[in-house]
């Protein structure tokens, strides 16, 4: 009896079928008013029947005609396209079709999953799609239904295969790897990150190397370049060991979304990558989270786990909703970051009143620390300002936009007014942007 049900439930019917016994009763109703079709609609009405049969018997006829595995990544890296295959292996003696519905985590709230495939008999395919996660935490898989027809497509056949599979999301790694490579292989400047001009050549000699686009012309040794035939230069080694720490703010202006992620998801994948660029220079890198009281502290360190520790703390952080308290802040850093650091403080400043509450703090840890706030720029607040005005309605928004605009940039003169560095950017340029200042300020030797 279980066996029966579990038929009924995997069988489905097809539009096919279904036009097929529309054709049958509308020759019914014909016959009706023309007798002289005698038994024709009868034998339409059967031979549909027959097929269906014939069709549902195909479909079933193989206790395991289809074998389908999803196979993911062992984590999904926030914010970038991860792959997930499937791939698909038919029993059936005769070619199928096939229609994919893969039951997604419920975070991508997609409801209109659906691929599509084509096996020989016992042929078998591998088919691909990507996600986009833009939240970090445990993402649960469904099951993988697959419906199967034969070449009559009058009925199909559900299965259910590879049945739920959580995957944990976390920070941004696979922009982190990408970072790294460019790093170890000094190509930053393909993503947009500057090559920063050295400052003198108090640094110690290193070795002589060939030219590569982007250094200093002053570094070239001519001796090296007249026996060598090619351009030379003098490489250095740079000032190591210094400790760079990524301060993350989670209260609750970290809640803001732009391109689908928070703030504070957009700040954590930064700091992956800088803090990730900062050990392969041989700095020391280590985290801090707070908002309304101390969250997460990461000592500075080199070690060669420090970057296994640092996803593992960034994977957990949740943004708050109350307003963070920099008094905190600053009493936690005085006593636990002792030697003078780099620190890059990742937060949202939407106003100059909620600065100047927390400028007494900042100013306090700027005079034992190399401070750099790092805040956001609303993308969409300047394309209100550059979007032309045709009503007066629209003169109002682009002048409240313009506002707006302007005190953002009064806090960046603000905070340098009183010697402290401030990096304001779109989100999208945030990971550049802090490269580029940490690259910089390790060049001039400022810490």
């Not at 070239?220 to 760079?244: F, L, P």
């Not at 939407?350 to 993308?379: C, K, T, W």
């Not at 989100?427 to 802090?434: C, G, I, K, R």
């Amino acid at each position: 009896m279980q066996q029966i049900i579990g038929i009924f439930r995997a069988l489905y019917l097809r539009d096919r079928l279904f036009m097929l016994l529309a054709a049958a009763s509308l020759l019914h109703v014909t016959a009706f008013f023309m007798p002289w079709l005698g038994i024709l609609p009868s034998v339409f009405t059967g031979a549909a029947a027959l097929l269906a049969i014939v069709d549902a018997w195909l479909v079933f006829s193989l206790g395991n005609g289809i074998d389908a595995t999803r196979r993911t990544p062992e984590r999904f890296s926030n914010g970038d396209d991860n792959p997930v295959e499937l791939d698909i292996v038919s029993r059936y003696p005769f070619p199928v079709t096939l229609e994919l519905v893969d039951e997604l985590p419920e975070q991508f709230q997609r409801r209109d999953f659906l691929m599509h495939a084509r096996l020989e008999a016992r042929g078998e395919t591998r088919l691909r799609y990507t996600l986009r996660p833009v939240k970090r935490g445990i993402y649960t898989f469904g099951a993988l239904n697959v419906f199967v027809r034969s070449p009559l497509g009058l009925v199909e056949r559900r299965y259910r295969c590879s049945q739920g599979r959580s995957v944990p999301v976390y920070p941004s790694f696979l922009q982190m790897r990408r970072y790294q490579l460019m790093a170890i292989n000094d190509r930053l400047s393909q993503v947009g990150i500057k090559r920063v001009r050295k400052l003198g050549h108090s640094m110690e000699f290193e070795q002589v190397r060939d030219y590569v686009k982007g250094d200093d012309i002053r570094t070239i040794n001519w001796k090296a370049t007249a026996r060598r035939g090619q351009m030379m230069v003098n490489g250095y080694t740079e000032e190591r060991s210094q400790q760079v720490y990524c301060l993350i703010d989670k209260g609750r202006t970290m809640r803001m979304p732009f391109d689908g992620m928070s703030l504070l998801d957009h700040a954590i994948n930064a700091s992956v990558v800088l803090s990730n660029v900062a050990l392969v220079k041989q700095d020391k890198a280590g985290i801090l989270t707070f908002s309304e009281d101390i969250g997460q502290f990461l000592p500075a360190s080199s070690r060669i786990a420090q970057m296994g520790a640092i996803l593992e703390v960034l994977h957990h952080q949740k943004t708050r909703f109350l307003e963070s308290d920099y008094e905190r802040l600053y009493t936690f850093v005085r006593k636990r970051i002792s030697q003078r650091s780099l620190i890059m403080l990742f937060t949202n400043f939407e106003s100059l009143g909620g600065l100047r509450r927390q400028l007494p703090y900042l100013r306090r840890i700027a005079v034992d620390h190399l401070l750099m706030v790092v805040f956001f720029e609303n993308p969409m607040l300047k394309e209100r300002v550059e979007a032309p005005a045709q009503t007066v309605e629209e003169v109002y928004h682009r002048t409240i936009a313009a506002r707006f605009d302007q005190e953002k940039r009064q806090i960046v003169r603000e905070l340098r007014l009183h010697g402290i560095g401030s990096i304001l950017t779109p989100p999208s340029e945030l990971t550049v942007q802090a490269v580029n200042s940490y690259l910089e300020i390790k060049a001039r030797q400022a810490i």
